[in-house]
Nanobody, 123 residues
Framework: QVQLVESGGGLVQAGGSLRLSCAAS????????MGWFRQAPGKEREFVAA????????RYADSVKGRFTISRDNAKNTVYLQMDVLKPEDTAVYSC????????????????WGQGTQVTVSS
């Protein structure tokens, strides 16, 4: 059974940083792209970032470009999201996903979804 378990969320002040992790189990995802989505209360789910299977290619939403960095460790079957210079509008539940290619993720398509971790940024 495939599981994606996110961790690292919490409460942080504006301008601060958080690092999210997503550990995958149930199969090896080294040949799959991985990524992150977020959903704020009352808003639609939105793409945040995606990374290719090798880690050599990344994609970001314009709203986080230059502030967030996605990375992965295939030996640990884990994807990370380093979030810097956080803003109150970054407050959301962040979920990790798995898909065949990064462009699938940026288009809103994924094969597997995690339950999410809450990130709250205070002003």
């Amino acid at each position: 059974q495939v599981q994606l378990v996110e961790s690292g969320g919490g409460l942080v002040q504006a301008g601060g940083s958080l690092r999210l992790s997503c550990a995958a189990s149930g199969r090896t995802f080294s040949s799959y792209a991985m990524g992150w989505f977020r959903q704020a209360p009352g808003k639609e789910r939105e793409f945040v970032a995606a990374i290719s299977s090798s880690g050599g290619s990344t994609r970001y939403a314009d709203s986080v470009k230059g502030r967030f960095t996605i990375s992965r460790d295939n030996a640990k079957n884990t994807v990370y999201l380093q979030m810097d210079v956080l803003k109150p509008e970054d407050t959301a539940v962040y979920s990790c996903v798995v898909a065949p290619l990064p462009q699938y993720i940026s288009a809103g398509r994924a094969d597997y979804w995690g339950q999410g971790t809450q990130v709250t940024v205070s002003s």
